[in-house]
């Protein structure tokens, strides 16, 4: 579905990614790992094109997106739930989820909405608050439910569990196992490996703007490096 | 000084208040989508005078208007095309040094096409028409203005609140990258706010110029600088805030001419400035700014 190759991408001066190849197969969730300043926002940025890539190719079901405008991309079914949620303060959840539909055009709005107080009862309690007064882990729930909307075929999701307590963590994990059910593909970057690797099929390790290691979600579990390294297991 | 002399004076300072209203919406909106001090606002509303000049030489006056608001729309969103967008990631400073610089470009263009004396504003007989209550007379402009600001800023507010296209402009107004996540083509929404201050524009030039009777190149300079303290004084950014300092401002301008002081009535205003932001800097209702660490 989405297939990176050689992609380089500076920011602020800097080369932040420099030269990864990375795939994400249709149906799958794949995540990122690393440590701050890896390069993994910068990567998710310049798939959604809020970042020019310098050079490299980001494919897309046999297209190459890189470079085009973020409504373009955005139209053709990816989304990015931000860093730190950004849900817009001043406009309600009701409308917060509205925005995420922005660009459809269709009468099953309306529907989605539904959808997404199904999956999060929280945020229909509170449709008409502003979303500023929410807590954060509601926040959290509201950015994922706003990306919905869009009605995406991949969603990107960059630190989802940032800030957040344990127990709503993982709550915010299984709802996206629950969306990647419903058949939405997902590229997940968290600085949380062990709980990034076990819901992921495929993992990337991204260390200062390369890929180091790669593997499914179990083999990088139990590699040696990664513990010492993101899991905070000591070698034996 | 009689009641009827009093209530004369009211409307008249209403009036104003209304015109200086609808410019002070175009600076606030423009604060509020791109955190721009658009200096040229003042003098896109001079243009907005001449253009009528030039468009009631040939057309009826109800021709004439409607010609005049698309004329003035599509010089402001040229002026944020060619002077604004191209600065869109450089430092604020700069963008703003740039409106500075469209200020003095339309002001001197103006001088030069139409020289710097005053031209006669045509009259529009209907908006001239006087109407007798009792002791009070006043031209129907008199009348018109407050109610016609109060009506378009009632239908923009609820645009803003209940459109599609409101909606992202609050949501552009908040987070420009999360707003381009969403799918929303920032620039549409920017141009869309140049198009609304620059159509109010051209109405509060219609209606102030009606009363003035002659524009000259620097006839925005001080109604704009005015119209600015308006917006400030009503809190930046705030849609109601800036027709409260509007009308404020037209007010306290014509109480003092009517007493007698009209030599400080321009420097009151500025005075007005500089007590709200000793005491109050964020404006009448503004909201408080909260820099996100």
Request: aromatic fraction near 8%; proline fraction near 4%.
């Amino acid at each position: 579905m989405l297939k990176i190759k050689d992609l380089r991408v500076s920011y602020g001066g800097i080369e932040a990614v420099k030269g990864i190849s990375l795939t994400v197969p249709e149906g799958s969730i794949v995540t990122l790992i690393g440590a701050n300043g890896a390069g993994k926002s910068t990567t998710l940025r310049s798939i959604c094109g809020l970042e020019k890539p310098q050079s490299g190719e980001i494919s897309y079901f046999g297209e190459n997106i890189a470079g085009q405008p973020t409504d373009v991309i955005v139209s053709k079914g990816i989304t990015l739930v931000p860093e730190g949620r950004r849900v817009f303060p001043d406009l309600t959840v009701y409308e917060n989820l509205k925005i995420g539909a922005y660009l459809r055009k269709d009468a099953e709005i309306a529907k989605d909405v539904d959808w997404v107080y199904d999956l999060f009862p929280r945020l229909k309690e509170r449709s008409w608050q502003m979303a500023g007064t929410l807590s954060g882990g509601e926040q959290q729930m509201l950015a994922v439910g706003r990306a919905l909307m869009s009605r995406p075929k991949l969603m990107m999701m960059d630190e989802p569990s940032l800030g957040l307590a344990p127990l709503i963590v993982q709550g915010i994990f299984d709802i996206i196992k629950e969306i990647h059910k419903q058949g939405v593909t997902i590229l997940l970057i968290e600085q949380n490996a062990n709980l990034a690797l076990r819901a992921a099929d495929y993992g990337y390790v991204l260390e200062t703007g390369n890929i180091t290691m790669e593997g499914t979600g179990s083999e990088l579990l139990n590699d040696e490096r990664v513990k010492a390294a993101y899991l905070g297991k000591k070698k034996k | 000084m009689s009641f009827t002399t009093f209530i004369q004076h009211c409307l008249t300072g209403i009036s104003l208040g209304g015109a200086y209203a609808l410019i002070a919406v175009g600076y606030t909106m423009v604060y509020g989508i791109l955190r721009l001090i658009n200096f040229a606002h003042g003098d896109i509303f001079m243009m907005a005078g001449y253009f009528m000049i030039f468009a009631m030489v040939s057309l009826p006056w109800a021709v004439a208007i409607p010609v005049v608001i698309i004329a003035t729309v599509i010089l402001g969103v040229a002026i944020e095309r060619v002077a604004y967008k191209p600065l869109r990631t450089a430092p604020r400073m700069s963008i703003m040094i740039s409106a500075i610089g469209v200020s003095y470009l339309l002001q001197n263009l103006a001088t030069y096409l139409f020289t710097a004396l005053p031209k006669a504003y045509p009259t529009i007989p209907l908006l001239k028409k006087i109407f007798q209550i009792g002791d009070i007379s006043a031209s129907l402009v008199t009348f018109i203005t407050p109610v016609l600001t109060i009506a378009l800023v009632i239908g923009l507010v609820m645009m803003i609140n209940h459109t599609k296209i409101g909606m992202a402009m609050r949501a552009v107004s908040k987070d420009f990258e999360t707003s381009q996540l969403m799918g929303i083509k920032i620039n549409t929404v920017i141009s869309m706010t140049f198009i609304i201050g620059s159509a109010l524009a051209a109405v509060g030039s219609i209606l102030y110029f009606t009363d003035r009777m002659s524009v000259t190149p620097f006839s925005g300079t001080l109604p704009g600088l005015k119209c600015f303290v308006a917006a400030v004084l009503g809190g930046i950014g705030s849609i109601p805030g800036a027709v409260v300092g509007g009308f404020i401002i037209g007010i306290c301008e014509t109480a003092l001419v009517a007493l007698g002081y009209s030599t400080f009535s321009d420097a009151f205003t500025f005075v007005l400035l500089i007590i709200m932001l000793l005491f109050k800097p964020t404006g009448l209702f503004g909201e408080k700014i909260i820099d996100k660490v």
